[in-house]
């Protein structure tokens, strides 16, 4: 159960103030009712809740959606400089969503979005591996050591060192294009990265996250998941969750093998009470 209010600014309707003063104002039903009190209780499973002619979905049903994000918009909800966000482009969506993860202003690509807060906090963390994968214009072409350096790792700061997985995709006359493909989401890693071997990013496009890419659609354009996509979403996420079960599992000595590594023969006779008499 949670307060009215609460949950039409959760659907993305307006904030919790201005939630409070439709209510107020008697522009808000309640299973057909009018309610005029904000601290209501509803329970979003079962009661229907109503703003002028609109009923409103539950905000707690999970909603994934994926955005070819273009150049020039901010990854955030909200910007004080005024310039265009993603939330911009999610025209007839009113739920309130987050992105998973961010894009730099002048980075393009995959984007997703979502309310799912667990999932988007599985799939951001390192432990997941989950792919992404960014196509680079380089100033200049990189040379193998500067390729090698980029797969064994940069450090973009003390204690921090980054590595991904690269490979040319076409040479031209002054510049180049590259592929690199990392598994953790970090500050504009990629063009610090790339400064660093002394190549400096020209133009940068996402065009996987996961086994979710923008073959299709258009920048600035969204869709929502299909099923097959969430479904090898889920997948990547358990196959690697099991993956940890494993190695947690295999770092934990059986009692046996703790002995036989800490005693010698010699000791463990003494510990068991030597030859029977």
């Known amino acids: 159960m949670i307060r009215l209010a609460k949950f039409i600014a959760r659907a993305g309707v307006v904030s ?38 609109r009923e409103l979905s539950s905000p707690f049903s999970p909603i994934y959606i994926l955005l070819n994000k273009p150049k020039g918009v901010v990854t955030t909800l909200k910007d004080p400089q005024g310039r265009m966000t993603v939330r911009d482009l999610l025209k007839g969506i009113h739920r ?22 667990d999932m988007a906090h599985r799939l951001l963390h390192p432990s997941f591996r989950i792919e992404r994968v960014y196509q680079a214009k380089l100033r200049g072409v990189p040379d193998k050591a500067a390729l090698e350096r980029i797969r064994e790792g940069v450090e973009l700061e ?4 980054l590595r991904a997985r690269a490979r040319m995709l076409r040479i031209l006359k002054a510049n180049s294009w590259l592929e690199l493909v990392l598994y953790e989401g ?9 400064e660093a071997v002394g190549h400096p ?7 996987r996250f996961g086994p979710l890419s923008t073959k299709g659609l258009p920048p600035g354009a969204y869709r929502h998941l299909t099923a097959a996509e969430l479904e090898l979403l889920h997948e990547a996420l358990q196959k690697k969750g099991r993956g940890l079960e494993e190695s947690a599992k295999k770092s934990i000595p059986s009692k046996t093998g703790s002995m036989k590594k800490r005693f010698p023969k010699s000791m463990k006779k003494r510990l068991s009470g030597g030859k029977k008499r």
């Open 158 to 161: 003390p204690g921090v060192v």
């Open 186 to 194: 970090r500050y504009r890693e990629v063009r610090r990265m790339c």
């Open 96 to 117: 309130r969503l987050f992105p998973v993860g961010r894009l730099d202003c002048h980075t393009e690509g995959v984007l997703l979005l979502t309310n799912d807060g």
């Open 201 to 207: 990013v020209l133009a940068l496009k996402r065009t």
């Open 16 to 53: 919790r103030r201005g939630a409070e003063v439709l209510i107020k104002e008697g522009k808000v039903k309640l299973n057909g009712k009018v309610v005029l009190e904000p601290a209501t209780m509803v329970d979003p499973r079962e009661d229907r809740v109503q703003v002028g002619n």
